[in-house]
């Protein structure tokens, strides 16, 4: 079975500060990565996704992944993160053009605390 | 657009009560799902469906059901709760992938919070 794996479980980051976060998936072929934020007591917003195409994806608010395929890896980036940025960091796989509903495995989440 | 609902956002239950969650989307996706969140684990799917009167197990099934009978709504029973049944419950919803370059993204529900004693 897939896995997705999420390295840093809570980070704690001071304003203006860059920010990497890891995520690794065991999958081989042809997938689909998402970044999902959920901020404090709101449901899970998309930040970000890679289908295809150029492994360097912007989103939303400042962030940006890097699709590694020879090292499985989707990690997220921003340079310089503000307050507001605190929240819990969901990185997820789909195995592409398999069907079967499009499930989305998740990682396990990354804490993700700013402070001033 | 309204987008994915969640009814109720908040339960409490006692063990052996039964109940059901509704999850509504208004926009004419195909696929919904039901996810459970819990502490440190991230988000584990319980239930899916690929359409209108289908359904189908995902990683965590057991002592839950499902029904979708309409393409808008899917329900999530919970026969007779447990403990280990307290949880964040959250639905999605998503396009069906008639064309693999067709991209797809599941958009999430407000979440509903269940504590069963």
């Known amino acids: 079975a897939q896995s997705v794996s999420q390295h840093n479980h809570h980070v704690i980051l001071s304003e203006a500060a860059s920010l990497e976060l890891g995520c690794n998936y065991s999958?081989?072929?042809?997938?689909?990565l998402f970044w999902y934020v959920q901020y404090p007591g709101q449901h899970l917003q998309l930040l970000l996704k890679?289908?295809?195409?150029?492994?360097l994806v912007k989103g939303i608010k400042g962030f940006e992944a890097e699709f590694i395929k020879s090292k499985f890896s989707f990690n997220l980036r921003k340079p310089s993160v503000q307050w507001s940025d605190t929240a819990e960091y969901f990185c997820?796989?789909?195995?592409?053009?398999?069907?079967?509903?499009?499930?989305?495995?998740f990682g396990t989440g990354t804490q993700l605390k700013v402070e001033l | 657009n309204a987008g994915v609902t969640q009814t109720p956002k908040f339960r409490v239950l006692k063990t052996g009560q039964s109940m059901t969650l509704l999850c509504a989307q208004d926009?004419?996706?195909?696929?919904m799902y039901w996810y459970r969140q819990d502490p440190g684990m991230g988000l584990r799917l319980i239930h899916y469906?690929?359409?209108?009167?289908?359904?189908a197990k995902g990683e965590v099934p057991d002592g839950y059901n499902v029904s979708r009978l309409k393409k808008q709504n899917f329900l999530l029973g919970l026969e007779s709760a447990a403990p280990s049944q307290t949880s964040v419950y959250f639905c999605?919803?998503?396009?069906?992938?008639?064309?693999?370059?067709?991209?797809?993204?599941?958009?999430f529900g407000p979440g509903t919070r269940l504590t069963v004693l």
């Open positions: 997820a796989v789909k195995q592409g053009a398999t069907g079967g509903g499009n499930k989305l495995t």
């Open positions: 999958y081989g072929g042809t997938v689909n």
């Open positions: 926009m004419n996706h195909e696929y």
């Open positions: 890679y289908f295809s195409g150029d492994p």
């Open positions: 999605a919803s998503s396009y069906s992938m008639t064309d693999r370059m067709i991209t797809d993204t599941q958009y």
């Open positions: 469906s690929v359409g209108e009167g289908t359904t």
